[in-house]
């Protein structure tokens, strides 16, 4: 398996352009996870989807951002306008099921600069 | 809600030494516990978990963690480090009556193994 895919993998952009990151999980892996990574706040879970569907999206920083799921084997975060504080490293995860006990495995990241 | 705080956010150690991150974590909930490792430009890959069962877990690349409930600690450690051990740590939970797998992670110890 190739694992989670993530593109693209680096993004620079101006502020106020908009940004689409895309997440392909694990194939039968029901669970989706989007994650941002900052030095300031460490990593943070922004979304949740389960079987498609959002389950908890209060990570989500404001209405700038938006993600959507419209199948089991991609799902995409759109940040618009984008501003420089949302300069990170957005991590999309899978797993098998819901539960603790399930890993989640995490794909490379998309390293995204909003200059 | 959970928190869960590692305590340095640096460690140096020499080569072969032993090492032990240390990791607390608040929670009104029991939990399950975890530890992921991040190299240099990768996602998050699980080193270990604690579920249930024997407080002393042992994980990949000769990593363990011992659960200590009393303490509400889980820290890692490894008998003798090698330099391709250096990388990012992170410290992670998810509640037992979480339906999902919502993981909160603690701010991250980075290993730094000298020759």
């Known amino acids: 398996d190739a694992g989670v895919i993530q593109s693209p993998r680096h993004e620079v952009t101006e502020m106020g352009q908009e940004v689409t990151l895309r997440c392909k999980p694990i194939?039968?892996?029901?669970?989706l996870f989007w994650y941002r990574q900052t030095m300031m706040r460490g990593l943070e879970l922004l979304i949740y989807f389960n079987n498609n569907v959002p389950i908890d999206d209060s990570g989500m920083p404001e209405d700038r951002f938006s993600a959507k799921m419209p199948n089991a084997s991609f799902s995409t975060l759109k940040i618009q306008p984008s501003e420089p504080r949302d300069s990170a490293v957005y991590f999309c995860?899978?797993?098998f099921g819901a539960g603790g006990a399930y890993e989640q495995y995490f794909g490379p990241g998309t390293r995204l600069t909003v200059t | 809600a959970q928190s869960v705080t590692q305590l340095d956010s640096q460690v140096p150690v020499f080569e072969e030494a032993p090492v032990e991150l240390r990791c607390n974590y608040s929670?009104?909930?029991?939990?399950?516990l975890f530890w992921y490792v991040q190299y240099p430009n990768q996602g998050l890959q699980l080193l270990l978990k604690?579920?249930?069962?024997?407080?002393l877990v042992k994980g990949i690349n000769g990593f363990e963690a011992e659960f200590n409930k009393s303490q509400t600690s889980f820290h890692l450690r490894k008998p003798s480090v090698h330099i391709s051990d250096t990388a990012e740590y992170f410290c992670?939970?998810?509640?037992?009556?979480?339906?999902?797998?919502?993981?909160?992670f603690g701010g991250g110890t980075r290993l730094m193994v000298k020759p």
């Open positions: 929670s009104s909930v029991s939990v399950y």
């Open positions: 995860a899978s797993s």
């Open positions: 604690y579920l249930s069962g024997s407080t």
């Open positions: 194939s039968g892996h029901n669970s």
């Open positions: 992670a939970v998810i509640p037992f009556n979480n339906a999902g797998n919502m993981l909160t």
